[in-house]
C-alpha cells in the first residue's frame, strides 16, 4: 500500500462476507482470538450456524492437553445449539466426547475420526446407534477393539446379536443403524466379507466406500462385482495411501509424540466461560 493510503476498515465488511471468512478459521482461532477483537465478530462467533461445521485436525500443536482439547470440542458443539451437522476429530476423542456430541447433535449427517486410538468397539457402536441420519462416517486407525457385539447393544441391533465376530461389530453396527449413508471410510478396520455384505445390503445409497488396510476384506469373485455393481467410487484394500492425510508411515510417531506432549493434567474448569470464551 502506498504512503497515505488508508488500510480498509474490516469492520465495515458486509456481516455475510465476515461471516464467511470467520468460518475459514478452525475452532481454536475463533474462540480464542477471532470473538475477541469486536462485538460483531464476537456476535459472529456465537451465531449457532457458525458452528454447523467443527474442524479439530492437528490441533494438538497448538498447545493444551487432549482433555483441555475436549472440554473445547465439547464448547463448540454447545455453541451449534443442536445444529451442527458435521464434526471432524484427529486423536483425542474418547467415548464421552462422542457420546456428548451424539446426544447434543440430532442432525449430525458427518462423522470423521483418525487417530482416536482411545476409542473402541463398544464406543463407537453405541454412538452409531444415535445417528440414524449419518451420511458419512470415517474412521481412520482407531484400535476399536473391546467387548463382543451381542454384550454391548442387544437392544439396538437385535436380529444381529449372534451373527459375525469380533471384527465385524462396527460393519454390523453401521449396517443396522445408518440406511442413509453415502460415504464411508473404515481405514485399516479389521471387518471381513460378512461385515462388508451387511453393509452393502444395508445401506442402499452407499457411493463411495474406502476400504484401504481393512486386510481381512477379500474383495474378489462375486464380492468384486457385487462391490463394482453396487459402489460407484471404490478404496479395495491394498490401494495406495498417499492421498491419506498426513501419510501412514508416520501415524505411529505422530500418536507417540501427541500423548507423550499431552500427558499433564488439564487446569481447565468445566464451564466455557472459564476457559477464556
Same mark, same amino acid.
Given at each position: 500500500?502506498? !504512503?497515505?493510503?488508508?488500510?480498509?476498515?474490516?469492520?465495515?465488511?458486509?456481516?455475510?462476507? @465476515?461471516?464467511s471468512i470467520l468460518n475459514r478459521l478452525g475452532v481454536i482461532? #475463533?474462540?480464542?482470538?477471532? !470473538?475477541?477483537?469486536?462485538? /460483531?465478530?464476537?456476535?459472529? %462467533? #456465537?451465531?449457532? $450456524? @457458525?458452528?454447523?461445521?467443527?474442524?479439530?485436525?492437528?490441533?494438538?500443536?497448538?498447545?493444551?492437553?487432549?482433555?483441555?482439547?475436549?472440554?473445547?470440542?465439547? *464448547? +463448540?458443539v454447545d455453541r451449534? !445449539?443442536?445444529? =451442527?451437522?458435521?464434526?471432524?476429530?484427529?486423536?483425542? +476423542?474418547? *467415548?464421552?466426547?462422542?457420546?456428548?456430541?451424539?446426544?447434543?447433535?440430532?442432525?449430525?449427517?458427518?462423522l470423521k475420526l483418525a487417530m482416536c486410538y482411545l476409542i473402541e468397539n463398544e464406543g463407537l457402536?453405541?454412538?452409531?446407534? #444415535?445417528?440414524?441420519? =449419518?451420511?458419512?462416517?470415517?474412521?481412520?486407525?482407531?484400535?476399536?477393539?473391546?467387548?463382543?457385539?451381542?454384550?454391548?447393544?442387544?437392544? /439396538? %441391533?437385535?436380529n444381529q446379536m449372534t451373527l459375525g465376530n469380533n471384527c465385524d461389530d462396527v460393519a454390523l453396527a453401521i449396517a443396522e443403524s445408518m440406511p442413509g449413508? @453415502?460415504?464411508? !471410510? =473404515?481405514?485399516?478396520?479389521? $471387518? @471381513? &466379507?460378512?461385515?462388508?455384505? +451387511?453393509? $452393502?445390503?444395508? %445401506?442402499? &445409497?452407499?457411493?463411495?466406500?474406502d476400504l484401504r488396510q481393512c486386510i481381512n476384506a477379500d474383495i474378489v469373485g462375486d464380492m468384486e462385482i457385487r462391490c463394482y455393481e453396487r459402489i460407484k467410487v471404490l478404496r479395495r484394500p491394498n490401494d495406495p495411501v498417499d492421498d491419506y492425510p498426513s501419510g501412514v508411515s508416520d501415524v505411529d510417531e505422530m500418536s507417540e509424540e501427541y500423548y507423550g506432549n499431552y500427558s499433564a493434567a488439564s487446569d481447565y474448569s468445566d464451564t466455557g466461560e472459564d476457559l477464556g470464551f
Open positions: 500500500m502506498n !504512503q497515505g493510503e488508508e488500510y480498509p476498515n474490516w469492520l465495515e465488511l458486509p456481516p455475510e462476507l @465476515t461471516s482461532e #475463533k474462540l480464542e482470538s477471532a !470473538q475477541k477483537v469486536c462485538r /460483531s465478530w464476537r456476535r459472529i %462467533c #456465537k451465531d449457532p $450456524l @457458525t458452528w454447523s461445521k467443527i474442524d479439530m485436525r492437528n490441533v494438538g500443536h497448538m498447545g493444551g492437553s487432549s482433555h483441555e482439547l475436549e472440554k473445547i470440542c465439547r *464448547h +463448540a451449534s !445449539q443442536g445444529g =451442527l451437522v458435521e464434526i471432524e476429530i484427529w486423536h483425542f +476423542a474418547t *467415548h464421552d466426547l462422542l457420546n456428548y456430541i451424539a446426544d447434543s447433535s440430532s442432525k449430525l449427517r458427518n457402536i453405541e454412538v452409531i446407534a #444415535k445417528l440414524p441420519l =449419518l451420511e458419512v462416517l470415517e474412521v481412520s486407525y482407531c484400535s476399536l477393539s473391546g467387548e463382543p457385539l451381542e454384550s454391548i447393544v442387544p437392544s /439396538s %441391533c437385535p449413508l @453415502t460415504r464411508l !471410510q =473404515l481405514f485399516g478396520n479389521r $471387518l @471381513t &466379507n460378512f461385515g462388508l455384505n +451387511a453393509i $452393502l445390503d444395508r %445401506c442402499p &445409497n452407499l457411493e463411495y466406500l
